[in-house]
C-alpha cells in the first residue's frame, strides 16, 4: 500500500502502523494527522475513497466521521459560554423555553453536553427524513418528557446529543450549528471540516463501507434497558452515502472531514486555543469545556463512561498513554480526534472502512501508541 502525505522522522512509527492497517486488511481508506505544539508532525493518507477501489484516498478526501462531530460541536458552545450567550448550568428552557414542556424545565446545558439529560432517543416514531428536516426532530424534543430522571446517570445521546446541543446554538446565536462551525471554527483555522455539505464537495467524498460488527452496537443498545438511541430513526452505518445526509445538519453524527482537520482543531485546543499566534477560544475557556462532568457505567452499552461537556474523557485506546487531561470523541466505526493539553498534541484519524470490536479499535491503538513511542 502507497503511503501519502509528510512525517516527521521521530514519527515514523506512525506511518509503519499506519501502513500495517492496510497490511492487516483492517483498512480500505483513510488518513492520520498529528500536531505536536502548534507544528504538523504527521499528515499522512492511502487506500481508495470507494468500495471499488477505483478512486484513490488524497489528501482534501473527505469522509463522514459520526460521533466525532459532537467534539466540534462542543466547542462551538464553549465559544459561545465563553462569550457569555450560554452557561453550562443554566436551564436549557432559558434559551429555549418551549423545551420546559413535559416536566424539563430543570435540564441545564451541562446535563445535555455531557449525556445525562434522559433524552438520549425519542418516545414517538420519527423517521430519517425527520432528523434530516431538523425541525420535526427538535420540536419533538421539545414536547416529550425525559425518559428517565435528568442527572441521575450517563446514557449516550447518540443522534439527540447535536439536535439538541444545535437548537440551543441557533437560539442563542441566530445561525445553525452547521453555519456556525464554518465560520467561526473551520473558516479561521483553515479546517476542512463540514456539517451540511454543499453538493459541490461530493466528488472529494468518500464512500462509507459498513465492515464486521460495525452495526452491533445499534442492536446491542436496542436490548438495552435504555434503547432509545437505536431508534426513531435507527442509525443506519451507510446514510452517508446518501446526497440527503450529507447535505443536512446532524451535528451528533454528520461531519465530513479530513485527519488533518480533526488534528488541526484539537492541536488548537492542546495549546490552549490559540493556533499560528492567533486566539480562537480562552485557555479557561477550553479548561471549562474539558472538566469532566460524570463518570460512572453507560448502562445502555453496558461499558464505563466519562464524560466533560461535550468531550469523552478516560477513552481506553489512549488513557494508558495520555495525560489525564486528555479530552476528545471517537466516531462510529473508527474515527477519533483528541487534545492531551500536557503533550501538547492533537491528533486525527478518519476512515471509511466501519468496524465493531469486542475491545479496542487495534488501528486507532497503533496509531495512538506511535505517536506517543515519538514523543
Not at 82 to 88: A, H, Q, S
Not at 237 to 263: F, I, K, M, Y
Not at 293 to 307: E, K, L, Q, W
Request: glycine share 12%; net charge negative; with cysteine.
Amino acid at each position: 500500500m502507497n503511503i501519502e502525505g509528510t512525517c516527521d522522522p521521530r514519527f515514523a512509527g506512525v506511518r509503519d502502523a499506519f501502513a500495517t492497517c492496510f497490511a492487516q486488511g483492517l483498512e480500505h481508506g483513510g488518513g492520520v494527522s498529528v500536531v505536536v505544539q502548534g507544528r504538523t508532525v504527521v499528515d499522512l493518507w492511502g487506500g481508495h475513497a470507494d468500495a471499488a477501489r477505483a478512486r484513490p484516498w488524497r489528501e482534501d478526501t473527505l469522509v463522514n466521521v459520526w460521533s466525532c462531530t459532537k467534539g466540534v460541536v462542543a466547542l462551538a458552545i464553549a465559544m459561545l459560554v465563553e462569550r457569555r450567550k450560554l452557561d453550562y448550568a443554566a436551564p436549557v428552557a432559558r434559551y429555549w423555553p418551549e423545551f420546559a414542556a413535559g416536566g424539563k424545565e430543570r435540564i441545564t446545558l451541562d446535563h445535555v453536553m455531557s449525556h445525562q439529560a434522559g433524552l438520549n432517543g425519542l418516545a414517538v416514531p420519527m423517521d430519517e427524513e425527520g432528523l434530516l428536516a431538523w425541525t420535526p426532530f427538535v420540536d419533538a424534543l421539545a414536547v416529550m418528557s425525559p425518559l428517565w430522571e435528568p442527572g441521575s446517570r450517563c446514557i449516550y445521546h447518540a443522534l439527540t446529543y447535536g439536535h439538541l446541543a444545535g437548537e440551543v446554538l441557533r437560539r442563542v446565536d441566530g445561525r445553525s450549528v452547521g453555519r456556525f462551525i464554518a465560520e467561526e471554527i473551520a473558516g479561521p483555522l483553515g479546517a476542512d471540516f463540514h456539517v451540511g455539505l454543499p453538493a459541490s464537495e461530493d466528488p472529494r467524498v468518500a464512500e462509507m463501507i459498513e465492515g464486521p460488527k460495525a452495526s452491533d452496537w445499534v442492536e446491542f443498545v436496542r436490548a438495552s434497558p435504555f434503547p432509545h438511541a437505536g431508534d426513531n430513526p435507527t442509525p443506519r452505518a451507510t446514510a452517508p452515502n446518501d446526497r440527503a445526509w450529507r447535505a443536512a445538519e446532524v451535528p451528533g453524527g454528520n461531519g465530513q472531514s479530513t485527519a488533518h482537520a480533526l488534528a488541526r482543531i484539537y492541536g488548537m485546543m492542546a495549546a490552549g486555543g490559540v493556533w499560528e499566534g492567533k486566539p480562537l477560544i480562552g485557555h479557561t475557556a477550553v479548561e471549562a469545556a474539558a472538566r469532566p462532568r460524570i463518570r460512572g457505567m453507560d448502562d445502555s452499552f453496558a461499558a464505563p463512561t466519562a464524560f466533560a461537556a461535550g468531550y469523552q474523557m478516560e477513552d481506553p485506546t489512549y488513557a494508558s498513554r495520555a495525560s489525564p487531561q486528555t479530552f476528545g470523541h471517537s466516531g462510529w466505526g473508527g474515527a477519533i480526534g483528541f487534545a492531551d493539553p500536557a503533550a501538547g498534541v492533537g491528533f486525527g484519524y478518519v476512515t471509511n472502512r466501519m468496524l465493531g470490536f469486542d475491545d479496542l479499535d487495534p488501528r486507532r491503538k497503533v496509531l495512538i501508541d506511535a505517536v506517543y513511542d515519538g514523543l
